[in-house]
């Protein structure tokens, strides 16, 4: 029982080693990013609702969670300050990272909810890119992702939520509908799916 239980507890390990160090070959969408004002101040309140929570009021980065036994889960910097990753990013970098959970490296990002920020219409991803683009610097680096061993027997045994986004995203599917912005159902929905209601609601949001 002993060898099978190791066995098996090292099967885990090397699972959620692989999907964690996966690369994803994304060819992200072509985004108009806007520059009139208008639009820099709707990204920044989709930003203000949906980003500063984890990436910090500032957008420096934050560390999220810590736990010596599971690990660290960090929120990046990203404004262009030294440790951030603004300074770097193309907009397809960030079409690639909002919309598809994928690094610049082509790694899966831990822990965004780009399955939710799928949704996007290139309307509303645009003004965002254009909002994140504009921030001020700031310096911070919050340090990296880290999973312990046992963190990643309990990614494996599927104890977490999946905090890996591409891995729930079909990447060469065709867009959703973008419907206009209404009063409407559709609009509705739309907004519920962007803002990730599901996650706590239930895909049927009957509850959970």
């Not at 300074?87 to 909002?98: E, L, P, Q, T």
């Not at 890119?129 to 880290?146: C, F, H, M, Q, T």
Request: charged share 20%.
């Amino acid at each position: 029982e002993l060898v099978l239980s190791i066995a098996v507890a090292d099967g885990l390990y090397v699972s959620a080693s692989a999907r964690l160090e996966r690369t994803y070959e994304v060819q992200p969408e072509v985004v108009a990013i806007p520059s009139e004002p208008e639009a820099v101040q709707r990204g920044e309140h989709w930003v203000d609702v949906l980003c500063t929570g984890c990436h910090g009021e500032n957008l420096a980065g934050t560390v999220i969670f810590e736990d010596p036994a599971i690990g660290r889960m960090v929120a990046g910097n990203l404004t262009a300050g030294e440790g951030g990753i603004g300074g770097s990013y193309r907009d397809a970098d960030w079409v690639r990272a909002i919309r598809h959970g994928v690094g610049a490296d082509g790694k899966p990002l831990f822990v965004m909810p780009s399955a939710d920020f799928y949704y996007f219409n290139d309307h509303d991803l645009g003004a965002i890119i254009a909002y994140l683009k504009s921030v001020s610097a700031v310096d911070n680096n919050p340090g990296e992702n880290r999973v312990t061993p046992m963190g990643r027997l309990l990614l494996a045994a599927g104890v977490f939520k999946n905090p890996l986004s591409a891995e729930l995203i079909d990447h060469s599917a065709p867009r959703p509908p973008a419907p206009e912005p209404a009063v409407s159902a559709e609009y509705g929905e739309y907004l519920v799916l962007t803002f990730g209601c599901q996650g706590c609601h239930g895909s049927d949001l009957g509850g959970g």
